[in-house]
């Protein structure tokens, strides 16, 4: 059963960048698309960003031109590179597969100030 570790979050200012990681454990990325999802309060869980195995890559029209998502297979690593933040950026950043396929992690929150 692969594990998910979400790190890297915090709290920025509206414009500021973070970059968020997930450690997987449990069995190689290597096959899989691998997403990133947040969830906001009071709303449910939302698609950010997707790297197929094949390294290309789809981004929520909220994110498109800001964020950047990347993996590392030797690692076992995806990353999510987040610039230009804004306010309604705030909220738990998960990874997961892509559908999502594993139990998720605690996800890592992001708080962006304004």
């Known amino acids: 059963q692969v594990q998910l570790v979400e790190s890297g979050g915090g709290l920025v200012q509206a414009g500021g960048s973070l970059r968020l990681s997930c450690a997987t454990s449990?069995?190689?990325?290597?096959?899989?698309?691998m997403g990133w999802f947040r969830q906001a309060p009071g709303k449910e869980r939302e698609f950010v960003a997707t790297?197929?195995?094949?390294?290309?890559?789809t981004y929520a029209d909220s994110v498109k031109g800001r964020f950047t998502i990347s993996r590392d297979n030797a690692k076992n690593m995806v990353y999510l590179q987040m610039s230009s933040l804004k306010p309604e950026d705030t909220a738990v950043y998960y990874c997961?597969?892509?559908?999502?396929?594993?139990?998720w992690g605690q996800g890592t929150q992001v708080t962006v100030s304004s």
């Open positions: 997961n597969a892509d559908p999502p396929n594993w139990p």
């Open positions: 449990g069995g190689s990325l290597s096959t899989y698309n």
């Open positions: 790297i197929r195995w094949s390294r290309s890559t």
